[in-house]
């Protein structure tokens, strides 16, 4: 799913909500949690999971293209815990449904 067919299912739920409204408030959701994530705060959504950051230290690689050498510098990157009731309901949906592909596939 991505952002816009999300704001399209919130305003057809939702009949009273014009489609401008579901995107302002999926707009300002998703900016306020940019912010936190920024802010270097938690946020966590229950039943769905948490998103934090993570610290990446520096480190070599290697330029797979001409082998050589690189320095790969520091970086925070984001990061996603599913919750526990999100696993269940994923794993409750796979169960049953053996005839689909995994998302590997």
Same mark, same amino acid.
């Given at each position: 799913?991505?952002?816009?067919?999300?704001?399209?299912?919130?305003?057809? &739920?939702?009949?009273?909500?014009?489609?401008?409204?579901?995107?302002?408030?999926?707009? *300002?959701?998703?900016?306020?949690?940019?912010?936190?994530?920024? &802010?270097?705060? &938690?946020?966590?959504?229950?039943?769905?999971? *948490?998103?934090?950051?993570?610290?990446?230290?520096?480190?070599?690689?290697?330029?797979?293209?001409?082998?050589?050498?690189?320095?790969?510098?520091?970086?925070?990157?984001?990061?996603?815990?599913?919750?526990?009731?999100?696993?269940?309901?994923?794993? *409750? %949906?796979?169960?049953?449904? %053996?005839?689909?592909?995994?998302? *590997?596939?």
């Amino acid at each position: 799913m991505i952002k816009s067919e999300l704001i399209e299912l919130i305003s057809s &739920r939702r009949p009273f909500l014009h489609l401008n409204d579901a995107e302002k408030i999926v707009d *300002a959701i998703l900016e306020e949690m940019s912010e936190a994530l920024m &802010r270097g705060d &938690r946020v966590e959504l229950r039943g769905f999971g *948490a998103f934090s950051i993570r610290h990446r230290p520096p480190k070599s690689g290697r330029n797979p293209k001409t082998n050589t050498s690189i320095f790969i510098e520091q970086k925070w990157v984001p990061f996603f815990k599913a919750g526990k009731e999100m696993q269940e309901r994923l794993n *409750a %949906a796979r169960k049953f449904d %053996a005839s689909r592909p995994s998302p *590997a596939d």
